[in-house]
Every structure is written in structure tokens, then in C-alpha cells.
């Protein structure tokens, strides 16, 4: 995936116009004016019009560096059992630090969401690592929790006085980790 900051950074160093990226990304269902608002879009960190493997190679052949310092790789965990606010507790620990730093963090950290973000970290190393990345050199750039609501087959009633019931909703989330090369 690309990176927009490292993407944008890049692009004012070399002193690279929109329109001459937009020269090198044309290709078929992407004329000249899609790919410029592409463009703009990307260096915005928007991603409504999502690059393709072809384009990010072209993107990088024109800035003439390499795929992946312009990259980024993310790994997600949709519907994880446990609420959002002790998953992000966990995330805020290894956020900015170096992967295998992370790793130790959360093999020590005592929380049960510790392993699943665990899990989610070395997926995200595995995709840089397969997309011939420096391993060593990887750092997580974003990890954050999203609330993802009530877990679906967890809804039940407790029974309470007078003939009340109150709900039991187990929550869920979903935690994003995205690595990137230094």
C-alpha cells in the first residue's frame, strides 16, 4: 500500500509535478485528468480511488526510488473479541516503536488483547517480508482499535427483580497495524 506522507515527502524533494506523475500512471480506464486528482488524492492520504501494484511500481520508477520506500504494509483483524478501550491500551504501547521492540512489549504485556495484536503485527511483517522489505528495519507506524459493536451470537439477559432483564452484549473490534521501512 502506499504511504502518503513518505509518498508526498518524496515527491517535494525531487521537485516532481502532479502532471508529471500523471504522465507515468495513464493507462487503460485512467486517462490524464483521473490520474492527476488520483494523485492529489494519494499525497492527501486519501485513497478513494485505491493504487494498484502497477501504479505504485510506475510511482516509484518516476521518482527513481524503490518500491518499497514508498510503501507501507497492513494487517487487520476485523470483529476480535474484546471491547476497543483495553485493546487500545495495548496499542498505544507499541505504536512508533521498532518491530521486534513491539514484539517484545506484547509477549510480556500481560492483557488479553496483547496476543491478538501480536498476531496482527506478524502478518503485517510477513506481507513486508514477502514484498522484499528490510525486515530490521520495519517500525509500526499506526496501530489503532475501532469499535466494531455487540458480537454477533453473545446477546443474552441476566435476570434481575420484579421480573426485569437486563442485556449481556460481549463487544468486539477491530484492530489495524501498519509497518513501515525507516
Excluded at 492527476?36 to 502497477?54: H, M, R, V, Y
Excluded at 518500491?67 to 476485523?78: L, M, Q
Excluded at 471491547?83 to 521486534?100: F, N, P
Excluded at 421480573?163 to 473490534?173: D, S, V
Amino acid at each position: 500500500m502506499l504511504n502518503a506522507l513518505k509518498f508526498k515527502k518524496i515527491c517535494k524533494s525531487r521537485n516532481v509535478t502532479v502532471e508529471q506523475l500523471a504522465d507515468q500512471i495513464v493507462r487503460g480506464g485512467l486517462d490524464k485528468s483521473s490520474a492527476t486528482s488520483a494523485i492529489k488524492n494519494w499525497q492527501k492520504g486519501l485513497f478513494k480511488t485505491a493504487p494498484q501494484t502497477e501504479d505504485i511500481r510506475r510511482l516509484a520508477a518516476a521518482l527513481s526510488v524503490e518500491v518499497n520506500d514508498i510503501s507501507s504494509w497492513r494487517s487487520t483483524y476485523r470483529y476480535a473479541p474484546g471491547s476497543a478501550s483495553k485493546a487500545r491500551l495495548v496499542t498505544q504501547l507499541i505504536t512508533g516503536r521498532g518491530v521486534q521492540d513491539a514484539i517484545d512489549v506484547l509477549k510480556f504485556t500481560h492483557k488479553r488483547a496483547a496476543s491478538m495484536i501480536d498476531k496482527v503485527l506478524k502478518t503485517a511483517v510477513a506481507d513486508a517480508d514477502e514484498q522484499q522489505a528490510d525486515v530490521d528495519s520495519l517500525y509500526v507506524s499506526e496501530a489503532r482499535v475501532d469499535g466494531a459493536g455487540i458480537r454477533i451470537g453473545t446477546k443474552r439477559w441476566i435476570p434481575k427483580d420484579r421480573g426485569r432483564a437486563h442485556p449481556i452484549g460481549k463487544q468486539a473490534c477491530h484492530i489495524h497495524v501498519t509497518v513501515t521501512q525507516a
